[in-house]
């Protein structure tokens, strides 16, 4: 079965310093989104990227985040000067369409030193 | 309360009963989705019921939906020490102006199966 594939499985940043979480979402998909969970809480929603543009975004996703879709293959996710709260599991999902299926990633744990 | 709330919080069995969780939610939907998450690890699709069905099953797992109650359950049969993980509904929410594209998730299910 297709996956979402999501690199680094874990990364260490120093507050302050700029992350790239990197996905490769199913190849026919069309619709890209990124959802973070903080330890022990609820996931949630940051982002959806469909047709090389945002389509939603949420209160969470300020200027310090950004998302780009570099080439065909590639979503990444941008964190720039992290803060200690940025420490969750970040989640890479796509889908093929707006109420389809969405198959997420195995997630990048990002923690903030 | 939250949109996709889980029911109950926690629940631990014995291998081979049944489990029952519930989804509660507040607004119309296009589709609910169940995810599977064991611990600290990521997100494994189970089912994805839409608006205009009221039940459906994989292997098993039986969920059903009520629209009229905003409400879902996952049932899970014969259940095994591997099932143990959260569960997690999540609602893709409809819009007048289109699919909102996002899933608001509830905050899971802890589900214990004692071997």
């Known amino acids: 079965e297709p996956e979402v594939t999501q690199t680094p499985s874990h990364q260490v940043t120093q507050m302050g310093q700029e992350v790239i979480l990197r996905c490769v979402p199913i190849?026919?998909?069309?619709?890209f989104y990124w959802y973070r969970q903080i330890l022990g809480q609820k996931v949630e929603f940051l982002v959806s990227f469909y047709n090389n543009e945002i389509s939603e975004k949420s209160e969470i996703f300020d200027d310090q985040f950004s998302v780009e879709r570099p080439d065909g293959s590639n979503f990444t996710l941008k964190i720039r000067s992290t803060k200690l709260e940025d420490s969750a599991m970040y989640f890479c999902a796509s889908s093929f369409s707006e109420t389809g299926r969405d198959t997420f990633g195995s997630g990048t744990r990002l923690t903030v030193v | 309360s939250q949109q996709g709330e889980e029911d109950p919080q926690a629940l631990s069995i014995q291998e081979g009963e049944n489990a029952t969780m519930n989804c509660s939610y507040k607004?119309?939907?296009?589709?609910l989705q169940w995810y599977r998450q064991n611990s600290g690890r990521g997100l494994v699709h189970l089912i994805l019921?839409?608006?205009?069905?009221r039940e459906k099953h994989s292997g098993r797992l039986r969920v059903t939906l009520d629209t009229s109650k905003k409400s879902s359950s996952l049932l899970i049969t014969a259940s095994r020490a591997a099932d143990t993980a959260s569960y997690f509904c999540a609602t893709d929410p409809w819009s007048m102006q289109g699919g909102s594209e996002k899933l608001v998730f509830g905050k899971g299910m802890k589900l214990t199966v004692n071997p």
């Open positions: 190849s026919n998909h069309l619709y």
């Open positions: 019921i839409r608006s205009n069905e």
């Open positions: 607004t119309s939907i296009n589709n």
